[in-house]
């Protein structure tokens, strides 16, 4: 457990602060509320950061992706993601704001991957042979007999096996374990050309639209970012609110892609859950999209989040670890 640190002693001094944060194990830093100045942090100089001393530097600086807007989004430090708690504070007669870093909990941890892929092989295992059987008995009910009726019913039995084999077969993509991670400085116009041709084979294509901050250059793998933006976008078509609207991938920052949807309300405290395998809304899917997505991001030490879950304006934020910035200047 953690120790506490008590502020409410009269007239602290920096000193006296410090040495109550360094008692903590989670990072933490103390800011000005407005400049967002860090004025004390019970972090020293590691072989990440390119500062000595984190006193009067920009907490945007230190903690990449920090956003004063959106405190779900994950902060990027010590070459790992996490999620920022923060905490508004009197002292010496300034209000100054406590920041947290808890490490992000999510489905990726190799116990749990494991346990994942240790049900998921057990139960392809006892259903493809059954179904293949019975697949194969329908084929022959159908040629064989005579009777409308007959045909009817084995054809109905043909489609029963083939949506269980679909799902199946999305449980099986959960297994595969050989995607390439390897990071690359890549122009989403020329990266556009790769992901279209999908949604033009779905008759979508006209439903997706395309904008950039800036350049519209992004750092991560090529392989990685287009299963999980398929799978993004996707998500984004199957829950929208009309059967019209558009979803948008939108890049932000070489570190940042936002997918946007008018999709339907997220209630707040589902927020991570949604990331959960099995959790859908719908009768013939099994709820593992998220799931595989945060899988992939995580493969590449990126981190997904649910930036906004309001009616019309769901956002999905694919948040890239940063290389060295020379890299696109």
Same mark, same amino acid.
């Given at each position: 457990?953690?120790?506490?640190?008590?502020?409410?002693?009269?007239?602290?001094?920096?000193?006296?602060?410090?040495?109550?944060?360094?008692?903590?194990?989670?990072?933490?830093?103390?800011?000005?509320?407005?400049?967002?100045?860090?004025?004390?942090?019970?972090?020293?100089?590691?072989?990440?950061?390119?500062?000595?001393?984190?006193?009067?530097?920009?907490?945007?600086?230190?903690?990449?992706?920090?956003?004063?807007?959106?405190?779900?989004?994950?902060?990027?430090?010590?070459?790992?993601?996490?999620?920022?708690?923060?905490?508004?504070?009197?002292?010496?007669?300034?209000?100054?704001?406590?920041?947290?870093?808890?490490?992000?909990?999510?489905?990726?941890?190799?116990?749990?991957?494991?346990?994942?892929?240790?049900?998921?092989?057990?139960?392809?295992?006892?259903?493809?042979?059954?179904?293949?059987? $019975?697949?194969?008995?329908?084929?022959?009910? =159908? #040629?064989?007999? !005579? &009777?409308?009726?007959?045909? /009817?019913?084995? @054809?109905? $039995?043909?489609?029963?096996?083939?949506?269980? =084999? #679909?799902?199946? !077969? &999305?449980?099986?993509?959960? /297994?595969?374990? @050989?995607?390439?991670?390897?990071?690359?400085?890549?122009?989403?116009?020329?990266?556009? &050309?790769?992901?279209?041709?999908?949604?033009?084979?779905?008759?979508?294509?006209?439903?997706?639209?395309?904008?950039?901050?800036?350049?519209?250059?992004?750092?991560?793998?090529?392989?990685?970012?287009?299963?999980?933006?398929?799978?993004?976008?996707?998500?984004?078509?199957?829950?929208?609110?009309?059967?019209?609207?558009?979803?948008?991938?939108?890049?932000?920052?070489?570190?940042?892609?936002?997918?946007?949807?008018?999709?339907?309300?997220?209630?707040?405290?589902?927020?991570?859950?949604?990331?959960?395998?099995?959790?859908?809304?719908?009768?013939?899917?099994?709820?593992?999209?998220?799931?595989?997505?945060?899988?992939?991001?995580?493969?590449?030490?990126?981190?997904?989040?649910?930036?906004?879950?309001?009616?019309?304006?769901?956002?999905?934020?694919?948040?890239?670890?940063?290389?060295?910035?020379?890299?696109?200047?």
């Amino acid at each position: 457990m953690n120790a506490s640190v008590d502020y409410t002693y009269s007239n602290p001094t920096i000193s006296e602060l410090e040495n109550s944060l360094l008692k903590l194990q989670r990072p933490i830093f103390v800011i000005d509320s407005k400049t967002h100045t860090i004025l004390s942090s019970n972090q020293k100089r590691n072989s990440y950061s390119r500062y000595d001393n984190y006193s009067g530097k920009q907490i945007k600086d230190v903690l990449l992706n920090y956003d004063t807007e959106d405190h779900r989004a994950p902060v990027f430090y010590v070459n790992t993601w996490y999620k920022v708690e923060e905490e508004l504070f009197e002292f010496d007669g300034e209000e100054l704001l406590i920041v947290t870093l808890n490490e992000c909990a999510g489905i990726h941890s190799q116990e749990n991957l494991q346990g994942i892929r240790s049900m998921i092989t057990m139960l392809l295992h006892r259903f493809r042979s059954p179904l293949t059987a $019975i697949g194969g008995y329908a084929d022959i009910l =159908s #040629t064989k007999s !005579d &009777e409308s009726s007959s045909k /009817l019913y084995a @054809n109905n $039995i043909k489609k029963g096996t083939f949506s269980i =084999s #679909t799902i199946l !077969d &999305e449980l099986e993509v959960l /297994l595969q374990d @050989n995607y390439k991670a390897e990071k690359e400085v890549i122009r989403f116009e020329n990266f556009l &050309e790769k992901i279209t041709p999908v949604w033009r084979e779905k008759s979508l294509a006209q439903r997706l639209r395309y904008s950039a901050r800036k350049n519209g250059i992004i750092i991560g793998s090529s392989e990685l970012l287009i299963k999980i933006l398929t799978i993004l976008i996707q998500n984004g078509f199957d829950h929208s609110i009309d059967p019209d609207s558009e979803v948008e991938i939108y890049v932000k920052s070489p570190y940042c892609i936002e997918v946007r949807s008018k999709g339907k309300a997220i209630k707040e405290e589902d927020y991570e859950t949604i990331f959960n395998p099995f959790v859908t809304t719908r009768a013939d899917k099994l709820g593992t999209g998220l799931t595989l997505a945060r899988i992939l991001a995580h493969k590449m030490n990126a981190s997904i989040h649910l930036k906004s879950g309001e009616e019309g304006n769901v956002i999905f934020s694919i948040n890239l670890a940063p290389l060295e910035l020379a890299l696109v200047n």
